[in-house]
Each structure stands twice: as structure tokens, then as C-alpha cells.
């Protein structure tokens, strides 16, 4: 499963936002999953397809699909040098796959900001710095190691990995991030194996006051923030954690109440959810059926084969074809076998990519 890591200074506010996270999966209803580790929240993702899809069928339950969430406390100024945790923490966000940084936009004389002011892009350049340093040890303990090789005619994989550390080597020396160059596929491929931390997607998360939630759109601080994301490619999103903690302990109902109260029409811990799933490269494909109507999450790309293969390896294997029709389809038809008559209904092969949104059923020897 695809993981996202949730980062940021102390006192920004991710305990309050993990959990709310955490509180929230406890209460997803039919999720077959308990989770024993205290720092991961395994959240749904909502999507109301499923939800008219299981009406649609009858089914029995609903299963959704979910994303992964990893608190990783204990960053501080100065990580990469091994301060605080360390690079206990820098190894934690290698086992990430898309980088959730809070950043603190809230204010309150209280609640002490370590760096004595709320300034959330020098927040962000502090944990940027410590991504970047932690790159730059890596790649400064290689290039000594493979350089000799590399300048030896006849080696011609040492030579090229030679030259992408050396290129990323200058770009962390210009202090931009690895996400930010222009690599190419086969560049990227070369360093895959390093894991490297710049190089992870990264969402900012905005912790904003509960009384300025409504209004933090036109707020000045949190606009330029959204353009250092634009900028950046990285998504911006915005929650009050303390608000998201209060609501992740009511049911549904409650909850709307709630919201209506506070003027805002989507949780933001379900924003972040759907952020995070895009980020991720993530996307939904269906089964339906009178027993369940289910979610599956598969990777932007993948063949019908291999979504199959999320089911079960033997769906893979013995993969025949998938009658597939388009969630779109169905709903304007009305029902399976309207989509069918109306030629929508299409039978495909091992090479079908599947899309977003596609209700498959996969034909399979067993
Ligand atoms: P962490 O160190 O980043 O995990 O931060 P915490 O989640 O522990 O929050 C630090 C303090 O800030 C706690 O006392 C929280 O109650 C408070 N806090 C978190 N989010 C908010 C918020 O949106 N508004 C206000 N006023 N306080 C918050």
C-alpha cells in the first residue's frame, strides 16, 4: 500500500491532526484492517460512486478504499546533523511515498512556535533544508565511491549514475530540491533505489484558527503559500486540526451539523484524503454486486491484469478478460443491462489500461 508521511515543526499541530486522522478510521464502518502501529492511521477515502453503485446492486455492504497515514514526529532545525531524532526521523520518511508537511498558519500566544513567529514559508524552507542536506550527504558518500569507475572507459553504468548524482549534487548545492529538476525517466530510474527525500511528492497543510477557516482564502500569509505551490507543483490544502479532531468524533449527521454551523461544505481531512490519493498517483476502479459494492485502489497505468491482481494473485494469472463498462455509462443508463443493450458494456483484453471510475468484471481460470 502507498503510504503518505505527515511532517512538520513541533508545535504546528500534527498530533491534533493524526488524531483526528486516527479517531476517524476507528470510526470507518466495514473496514476489515486494525491497526496495531500507534503511528499509522489507515483512513476511507468517501466517494459517493460507491455509494450509488451499491444502491444500484442491492449490495449487502459497502467496502471503500483507503490511504495510509504515517506519523512521523520529531523533525527539528537541524535533523540532518542528527538534532532531535535525526535521522531516525530522515529514515522514516524514506518509507514514505508522498510527503504531507503541516505548516502552522494558526496563531495563538499560548502554544509556543519554535521559531518565535508564525511564518509557515520559513517553516517550509527549514524542512526543505533538512530534506535537501540529508540528499547531499547521500549523494556526497557515493560520488567518491563510483567516480574512479566512472571515468573508466568500459563502464558505462557507473558513468551514468555518476552524472545524475552529479547533476543533483549541484541542483541540492542551488538548494532545489530533487522534485523540482528536470530529470528524465531513465535519470529517474537510475536513482530510484536511493529513495531519496527531496525527491518525495509533497502536500502542504495548512493548520489555520477556527476562527479564520472561512476567511483563509483571502488571508495574505496562506495566498502566497498557495503560490509557492503553485510554483512548486505541490498541492496546498487547508484544516483546522482542532476542528477536524472535534468532528472526527461525530457520526455523520452530527458532523454535517456541525459544518453547516461552521460554514464549510467538506471536511478538511477529507480534502486532504483526496489530495493525497491524486498525489499518490492513485486511482478507483469497482466490482458491484448484490453481496458488496467495493473500491479497489489501483496505480494510474496499470492493465486490467494487474487490477485483477489486486483481488486476488489467481485473478491475475488466470486473467481471461474484464467486461467492463464506465461508471458514467452505467448511471446515464440506468442499469447493467441498459448499459449492456446500449453497446457500452465492452469486453477487454490483457492490455486494457483501466480508467478511473471503470466497474469491472474480471473473466479468470482458475
Ligand atoms: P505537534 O507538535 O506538531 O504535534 O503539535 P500538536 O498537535 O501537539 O499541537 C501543539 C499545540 O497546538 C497543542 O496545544 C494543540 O492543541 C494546539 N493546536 C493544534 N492545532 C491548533 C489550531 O488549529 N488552533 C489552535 N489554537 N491550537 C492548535
Not at 506519523?71 to 518509507?95: C, M, P, T, W, Y
Request: aromatic fraction near 8%; include cysteine; proline fraction near 3%.
Amino acid at each position: 500500500m502507498l503510504r503518505a508521511g505527515i511532517v512538520g515543526l513541533p508545535n504546528v499541530g500534527k498530533s491534533t491532526l493524526f488524531n483526528a486522522i486516527t479517531k476517524s478510521a476507528a470510526l470507518a464502518a466495514n473496514y476489515p484492517f486494525a491497526t496495531i502501529d500507534p503511528n499509522v492511521g489507515v483512513v476511507t477515502l468517501k466517494d459517493q460512486r460507491l455509494d450509488v453503485l451499491a444502491t444500484m446492486y442491492k449490495s449487502g455492504r459497502i467496502v471503500p478504499t483507503t490511504v495510509e497515514f504515517i506519523d512521523i514526529a520529531g523533525l527539528v532545525k537541524g535533523a540532518s546533523k542528527g538534532e532531535g531524532l535525526g535521522n531516525q526521523f530522515l529514515s522514516h520518511i524514506r518509507d514514505v511515498d508522498t510527503i504531507c508537511q503541516v505548516v502552522r498558519l494558526f496563531k495563538d500566544d499560548n502554544i509556543i512556535h519554535v521559531e518565535g513567529s508564525v511564518d509557515p514559508l520559513r517553516d517550509i524552507d527549514i524542512i526543505q533544508l533538512e530534506l535537501n542536506i540529508a540528499d547531499y550527504d547521500t549523494v556526497m558518500k557515493r560520488i567518491p565511491k563510483i567516480e574512479k569507475k566512472a571515468k573508466t572507459a568500459g563502464n558505462p553504468e557507473e558513468k551514468e549514475e555518476f552524472e545524475v548524482l552529479s547533476k543533483i549534487k549541484q541542483s541540492l548545492e542551488d538548494n532545489v530540491p530533487i522534485r523540482l529538476m528536470d530529470l528524465s525517466d531513465n535519470e529517474k530510474a537510475i536513482i530510484k533505489s536511493y529513495n531519496f527525500l527531496s525527491a518525495k511528492a509533497m502536500i502542504y497543510i495548512a493548520n489555520v484558527s477556527e476562527s479564520e477557516i472561512r476567511t483563509i482564502e483571502s488571508n495574505p500569509v496562506y495566498q502566497r503559500l498557495v503560490e509557492k505551490g503553485q510554483q512548486e507543483s505541490a498541492d496546498v490544502v487547508y484544516i483546522s486540526a482542532q476542528i477536524e479532531s472535534e468532528l472526527a468524533q461525530l457520526d455523520d449527521e452530527e458532523k454535517e451539523m456541525f459544518m453547516a454551523e461552521l460554514g464549510l461544505h467538506e471536511a478538511g481531512l477529507d480534502q486532504l484524503i483526496r489530495t493525497t490519493y491524486h498525489r499518490l498517483g492513485l486511482e478507483t476502479y469497482f466490482t458491484a454486486g448484490p453481496m458488496e459494492a467495493r473500491a479497489w485502489t489501483f496505480r494510474k497505468g496499470m492493465t486490467a491484469p494487474q487490477c485483477a491482481g489486486i483481488i486476488h494473485s489467481d485473478f491475475e494469472r488466470g486473467f481471461i478478460r474484464a467486461e467492463t463498462v464506465a461508471y458514467d455509462d452505467l448511471i446515464k443508463h440506468g442499469s447493467y443491462l441498459a448499459a449492456k443493450e446500449a453497446g457500452r458494456v465492452r469486453q477487454e483484453g490483457k492490455d486494457y489500461l483501466v480508467k478511473d471510475g471503470d466497474v469491472m468484471l474480471f473473466k479468470f481460470n482458475v
